[in-house]
C-alpha cells in the first residue's frame, strides 16, 4: 500500500475489512476473512527481499499469522481451486480474557489460530527442497521449523509413497503450546517427520 508510516497498515485497512465483514456475513480479523480462512492464511513474501515484523505501539500487536504484521510485498500461493481438502480443524480462537460479548463489540479481537502441528523433516526438505518460501530467510533457523497444514491435495498418481501435496504454515515456537509464523509453501506429504500431530496455537 506504500503507505509513509508502516504502523498505519492496519487502521487504513479497518474500513474495508468492516464492510467484507458486513458484505460475507462472518467475521474477520486482521484482513483474513473467516469464511476464506484456509486462502487468506496461505500469502507468503514476494520477491527476495524479506519481510520485516512491523513493531506497533503499546496494545496494537498484530498476529504473526496476519500480513498486516508485516513491511514488504506479498503475495497468495497458488492453490488450485478443485480437489483441495481443506484442514477443519483450523480456525480462529478466541482471545484469552475476552467474553462473547466483547467479541461482537471488538471484531478484531481474535488474535489467535488454534491449529494442529506437526514436526518437519529438515534434512529430507533441505535435500529435496519444495516451495518453502521463508518471510526473513536469514533469521530462520530450518532445523527448529515446524508446520501447520491447511490444505491437502491428493491426486490418484500420489496415492502411493506419500506424495499428496501439502499447502503448509511454517511455524517456530516460542513457548509451550504457542507457536509464529515465519513462512509458507507447499511440501509433499513425505516431509512430514511423523503423522503425529499436536495443538497449538499461532499468536
Known sequence: MNLTVATDRSVAI????K?????FEGRT?????????????LWQR??????????????????????MAYDGAIQ???VPK??????NFVSFAQAHGLTAGSLENNPISINELKVGVSALCAAEIQKDPWTMTLDDPGATNIEELACVVI??????????????ELYVLF???VFMDGYQRVGAGRIQERHLLAKRVIAGRII
Open 171 to 173: 511455524v517456530k515456537p
Open 19 to 23: 464492510r467484507l465483514a458486513s458484505g
Open 151 to 164: 490444505g491437502r491435495r491428493m491426486t490418484s498418481s500420489d496415492s502411493r509413497g506419500g506424495n499428496a
Open 29 to 41: 480479523a486482521y484482513g483474513v476473512i473467516e469464511c476464506y480462512l484456509h486462502s487468506s492464511l
Open 76 to 78: 497468495y500461493l497458488d
Open 46 to 67: 514476494a520477491g527476495e527481499t524479506p519481510l520485516r515484523r512491523i513493531k506497533y505501539p503499546g496494545k496494537r500487536s498484530i498476529p504473526s499469522w496476519s500480513w
Open 82 to 87: 478443485e480437489g483441495v481438502e481443506w484442514n
Open 14 to 17: 479497518s474500513g474495508l475489512e
